[in-house]
């Protein structure tokens, strides 16, 4: 059973700080990492994705990737209040292009 | 934007009723999906469907589910005999390009009764 782990939380952090998030998954196949964030009752919508190892950056986002230790984290950097949110990690089914494997998803709590 | 229509947003409905939850893609799109949620748990991949077929289904999707896209603009998720556990929120996706570029429609809460 292809497996995406993430801590539930909640993450609590005060406005301006980092909040860093973190996810691990099993099948070593997969070759495309994407976060979402979720807001209570919404659809998910796409923050950031990641295909290479290393680092990518948009805004105050940065995903990071260890395909070696199938990892993947976010960092958030200058924490609002509005981005307090489930941030849900998904991972395609071992480069198949047709679904995403999802993990449950951390609670972030962003404290003014 | 461009944004993924989903209706009804919340149906209730009586257990071994069938519901019929309809979205509207993104017009270029062509690939599209269905997920759901069930309260507290993680998001689920229900089916995949391409050029006009379904492209994988999960272990979720069985002979009481079935999709449709009956007029080259909706794409409708049947469920034949609703169950209590199909409670949930059910998400439709559609994609340009596979995975890259997913949109989520806004959600049908259906609960069963």
């Known amino acids: 059973q292809k497996e995406v782990e993430q801590n539930s939380g909640p993450l609590s952090v005060p406005e301006g700080a980092i909040a860093s998030l973190n996810c691990t998954y099993s099948?070593?196949?997969?070759?495309?990492f994407f976060w979402y964030r979720q807001y209570s009752g919404k659809s998910p919508e796409l923050i950031m994705f990641i295909y290479s190892n290393g680092d990518k950056e948009d805004g105050r986002f940065t995903a990071q990737l260890n395909k070696a230790s199938q990892y993947v984290s976010l960092l958030i950097r200058d924490s609002q209040p509005s981005d307090s949110a489930t941030y849900l990690c998904?991972?395609?089914?071992?480069?198949?292009?047709?679904?995403?494997?999802w993990g449950l998803g951390t609670s972030l709590a962003v404290n003014p | 934007e461009p944004e993924v229509t989903q209706t009804p947003s919340h149906q209730v409905t009586q257990m071994g009723q069938e519901v019929i939850l309809r979205c509207v893609p993104i017009?270029?799109?062509?690939?599209f999906y269905w997920y759901r949620q069930i309260l507290g748990q993680k998001v689920e991949f229900l089916v995949s469907f391409y050029n006009n077929e379904i492209s994988e289904k999960s272990e979720i999707f069985d002979d009481q589910f079935s999709v449709e896209r009956p007029d080259g603009s909706n794409f409708t998720l049947k469920i034949r005999s609703t169950k209590l556990e199909d409670s949930a929120m059910y998400f439709c996706?559609?994609?340009?390009?596979?995975?890259?570029?997913?949109?989520f429609g806004s959600g049908t809460r259906l609960t069963v009764v």
């Open positions: 017009s270029n799109h062509l690939y």
């Open positions: 998904a991972v395609d089914n071992a480069g198949n292009n047709r679904k995403l494997i």
């Open positions: 099948d070593r196949g997969s070759q495309s």
């Open positions: 996706a559609s994609s340009e390009q596979g995975l890259v570029g997913y949109t």
